[in-house]
């Protein structure tokens, strides 16, 4: 099953090496991993999306938790959460699919800007599926370039990752 | 006071109370050697391969309880030292490796002997750092020694740059530590004692089953009160040997790939299992497939992640091992009355069947010397009271079978990463700390040579140990493997051109004696221990296909031992 483990680390050089480094070692699949800093700026959180059965993700979790730089985390899977992913695409059309092209940026909520009379770049965000779903839709197009940015998410209650007191 | 880097690292070793330390200079690493020519208060130990220096901080602290510490320089010198820290790091022994760095702004420039210790170590310490500013170093080396000593411990890297030990700074050593993500170890609730003990008091195939953890812990006491109050058997993991007296009625001996039939029966036939301090290794299980499968776990444990990473635990305890005995101690002395030994009585019927065949039992001869029959000379003439640590192969396993350990701390080896080459060191690290007793190496004739130069350490710092040599001319261990699975081809298996190792040893200036009948086992084990002060090499040359009984092979279970052709069957 798809897990979003969202992670509160220290802002220290390395600790995104750690990370990266438990899952290639001991074989955890990455679908995708972002970090940036947060209001507290010597805090970084980091949102990893993998698959695993319960076993696989409790191990995951664990081991998360050892890294000495991984002050809290939490599987916002299961509880009810928002799930945000922004993709840019560059996409190459026909002068006479330029309208089809405004239909979809539409469809999608999309915000659309033009390079030049046959390339265009779409901005979008959504959750992970949806961003699939656009990607799909383009296939008319000629895509050029695709940038993700990989998800991150945040609790929809009321609870809040923080360090534990 | 202002002191440099280099005083400050001094310093700060000082007080966190570190006597020696063991290492090898070069380039990055001159300041920090010049603070130390400065000083006497921390002895520094000059070995003669940075991988020598590891084990000896190793063995050091596997026989004291505190961390060792390791010095080395950038580039080839922590390199060196990697196969030593991974050792440590596998078996949680507590060590703190400080390495010199190139001068921070050479490094991202593969400058002279630079390499990213911190990367290279990642995957085999604990945790590791590279320091930044001289204001940091003494906060960094407390937050190293905390880290590798508290939890399950484990090895912590410091690299340092050339030139910060060079810069200056006010020397304030940090009282308290704050440290937010990296939090005390957790306790046990009430419940899950009342839990487990519940499950235990209902058992009626039980098996203790422990682990370094029980060393680790200093858990012998409370494990001892433990199994005696219950009248449950015991068996003790690679690791944990001497957690259990090895003489006790209730020991039924190691377990695992090499362990004794009646502990591999019982973990498979039992119904319940209280690991302690153990993480249900591949070597211990044998094929998950084929595991215990109608027992219940119980599993105690300090890292939550070794729960539920191979057995699936039925009653986890997350905390230290000696804290939990201690509460199942008190509650079973509260539920005294409940405490029921004929529920355990055809158990114990059952484990002492399997026990009559006595599944390590071996051919003695009178011409050729037997591997197990000098480790069990070496107990008799040791009064079973010396430190032993071994290297890796057979002979590792035929002293872990026969030495008969009374304590912890006591045997010391390499058990998780398997590292031939830790013997002679280690067994140098524990002699640095225990000047008194009596340290034994066993070893084989491969794996002695992996860190042989450590004889010269030996003989600068006179640390007698005695090096019990058992010389089958062959990589033993990798030889048996080929005889049972690949039809007796022994692809590089044979030691050809060995050395003379009386002669080496003398030439270090050390006692060589060789050993060629079995009729002298004994009296040379007793001259050479009767040399308090010389270190003497004892190369006994021993039966060359002697093999390790009982095993289970691999894709086999805890039921399915191989046992030493002409063993005796259960009717
Ligand atoms: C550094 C290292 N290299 C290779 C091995 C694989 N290995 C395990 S046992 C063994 C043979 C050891 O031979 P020896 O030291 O003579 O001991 P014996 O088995 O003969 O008692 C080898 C090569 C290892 N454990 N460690």
Redesign the pocket.
Known sequence: MRHIISVLLENESGALSRVAGLFSARGYNIESLTVAPTHDATLSRMTIVTTGDDRKIDQIEKHLYKLIDVAALQDITIAGHLEREIVLVKVKVEPNQIETLQQIAKGFNCSLSQVNEQLFIIEMSGSCEKVDELLNSLNDGEIIEVARSGAIGICSGESALSIPA | MQLTGADIVVKSLKEEGVKHVFGYPGGAALHIYDAFHRQDDVEHILVRHEQGATHAADGYARSTGQAGVVLVTSGPGITNAITGIATAYMDSIPMVVLSGQVMKPLIGYDAFQEIDAVGISRPCVKHNFLIQNVEDIASTIKKAFHIATTGRPGPVLVDIPKDITADVAEFIYPEALEMRSFLPPRKAENSEILTAVEAILNAKKPVVYTGGGIVLADAQKPLAEFVHKLGFPCTNTLMGLGGFPHSDPQYIGMLGMHGTYEANMAMHDADLIIALGARFDDRVTGTLGNFAPDAKVIHVDIDPSVIDKNIKADIPVVADVKEVLNAFNNELQRREKDINPELIGDWWAQIKQWQSLDSLWYQHSDEVIKPQYVVQKLHEVTGGEAFVTS?????QMFAAQFYGFSDTHKWINSGGL????FGLPAAMGVKVAHRDADVACV?????IQ?CIQELATCRQYDLPVKVIN?N?R?????RQWQEFTYEKRYSNSY?DSLPDFVALAEAYGHVGMLIEKPADVEGALKEAFAMKDRLVFMDFITDREENVYPMIEAGKGHHEMRMRPGSKTLA
């Open positions: 290297d890796v192969g057979q002979h398997g590292t031939m080459g070893t084989g004739e491969g794996s992996m058992l089958n062959y990589l033993g261990m990798v030691m």
